[in-house]
């Protein structure tokens, strides 16, 4: 059937413009459509970039708080030395600090032989020491109260790296997350680093604060992004620090 008003040169017209303006609109609605979500898209990402600021000026925050607290007890403990040094006294300090500081997992420090007081023999398997006496006290609160053991695998490459780094670099450091057994359970934590240097430059000791991932996987778990965005916190080695996903922490 054909319809009346396509007959003749007239009809063909009102065909061709009318399938021009139709061709028109769709481009049209093409173009809007894609410059609108380009620019949802736009929107979405700048919300997204001013979110992870804010998270990524928050965690700093955080994490430099607690480098301020290992910087100020590794200061302390030198200070000691210079005067009397006492592992009492030093104890107290580390357990203070701790306390002080409800969001730190522990509070430690290991040093080199003899190299606190000089007196290792004295404090062989000793509350907070190990067989070699050396003075490498552990203030945590991996059970809920604050209990002191001696650190373990501090001479061990890869275990130890939370000793061994800084101690190698002569630098702070913030170790990259790992595992460590403390409390009788192991913890998935990083840990924040002072080396503590003599006269001549060497590294004696190293004072350092703890601080467990699934506190912080906590934290940004319950942070949302828009409808379905996340926040996670990466270290610089490429590692998982935090995500809501904790069975990613580490990996």
Known sequence: MKIPFLRGLTGRMLLLIGSAVLAGLTLMTVVVTHRVTQAARADALALARQRAEALGGAARARLDGAMTTARTLAHACKALLEKAPQRGTADAMLRQALTD?????????????????????????????????????????????????????????????????????KRECVIEPYVYKVGGREVLMTSLVVPVHDAAGAVIGVVGVDIALAALGGELGSIKVGDRGYAALISNGGLYVAHPRMERAGK
């Open 101 to 169: 500081n409800p969001e730190l997992m522990g509070v430690w420090s290991v040093w080199e032989p003899n190299a606190f007081d000089g007196r290792d023999a004295e404090f062989v398997n000793k509350p907070g020491h190990d067989a070699t006496g050396r003075y490498v006290p552990n203030w945590n609160r991996a059970t809920g109260a604050i209990a002191l053991e001696a650190n373990r695998d501090y001479a061990v490459a890869g275990a130890g790296d939370y000793y061994l780094l800084p101690k190698s670099t």
